[in-house]
């Protein structure tokens, strides 16, 4: 796993992250409707169009679930740790990205270079699981940041995503094939989705100095990402290869989720609920920076380890 090259996936990140930098700087550009509309247009469209295009069945959708309650886990335990340490806001962001990471932006190019096309489509619906608890747990918990158990609830239930979820699944289970045109033009979201959400960023850290720069948040988001979710999903897949048997591209992809950096949405969440997304920016750059010197040295010492089971 030396041989791994990401650097090619880092400087287009980093590049569009430089972009919102001077989007911010030089244009004054605010990007809190940006975040808006990432939250409420961009992500729906792109995960309706994933699920119709990606013919779901209920091995795939095992798969998801398995992500999902692993995200919500890690979330739910690092809510509990996090409350003794930070305050209301800096604990929900922590737990909300301890949930979450960059699966899409980062972590697809390099399933495209190590897993063969099966392994891609587990991967997807791996990706799906994460996707899916950072608008709804994922949500709920950052809320709570700031508001109250019942605002919490009602600002989750005006979530386009989750009906956005439930329309691809009809679709998918009906066997409706959604048009052409149709399924060309919700193409282009992925693209916004993925400039757009690294732009914020930039435009974040724009606005901010690194007088902000929180240490003790920065060391607890690098301990949750670079330490807990690696040890957490090589657990799982040892014990899955020991008791049921999962393949080769199967362990790589639950692998590659839990070794990508924090998610760039950890921002546009926080942005939306207004709970310190400049400490989110700063953490998430932090990570992405620190990605492609740990994602070949922990795979090249866990995926030789697991395939020997």
């Known amino acids: 796993m030396a041989e ?13 992250v430089a972009l ?3 989007a911010a700087r030089r244009l004054r550009v605010d990007p809190r409707p940006i975040a808006t509309l990432l939250v409420y247009i961009i992500s729906p469209l792109t995960f309706f169009h ?9 091995d795939k959708l095992v798969l998801t679930a398995s992500v999902l309650l692993l995200a919500t886990c890690l979330c739910v335990v690092v809510n509990g740790v996090a409350s003794r340490f930070f305050a209301e806001q800096e604990r929900a962001l922590l737990a909300f990205s301890a949930g979450t990471g960059n699966t899409g932006y980062f972590g697809f190019p390099i399933a495209l270079v ?10 997807l619906f791996c990706m799906l699981g994460v996707s899916l608890y950072e608008f709804t747990v994922g949500f709920y918990v950052s809320a709570r940041g700031r508001f109250s158990v019942k605002e919490s609830l009602a600002r989750l ?4 995503l989750i009906y956005a979820f439930a329309a691809g699944m009809l679709v998918s289970a009906l066997g409706w094939q959604v048009p052409d045109v149709v ?5 282009y979201f992925k693209y916004c989705f993925t400039v757009l ?18 240490l003790r948040f920065v060391a607890g988001c690098v301990v949750v990402r670079f330490v807990v979710w690696p040890l957490a999903t090589l657990l799982m897949v040892l014990l899955l290869r020991m008791s049921v048997g999962i393949s080769d591209s199967l362990a790589l992809a639950f692998l590659l989720i839990g070794a990508v950096p924090m998610a760039a949405n950890v921002v546009v969440i926080a942005m939306e609920l207004e709970i310190r997304p400049e400490k989110g920016a700063i953490a998430v750059l932090i990570t992405t920076l620190a990605a492609p010197l740990l994602i070949p040295v922990y795979l090249g010492f866990a995926l030789p380890w697991v395939l020997s089971f």
């Open 4 to 16: 791994i090259d990401l650097s090619q996936s880092l400087w287009m990140l980093l590049f569009f």
């Open 20 to 22: 919102g930098w001077l």
């Open 50 to 58: 994933g699920l119709t295009q990606g013919q779901p069945s209920a």
């Open 114 to 123: 190590l897993l063969p096309p099966e392994g891609v489509t587990l991967y």
């Open 157 to 160: 239930a005006r979530l386009p």
């Open 183 to 187: 399924a060309d033009g919700l193409d």
């Open 197 to 214: 959400g690294m732009m914020i960023i930039g435009m974040t850290l724009g606005r901010v100095t690194w007088r902000e720069f929180d």
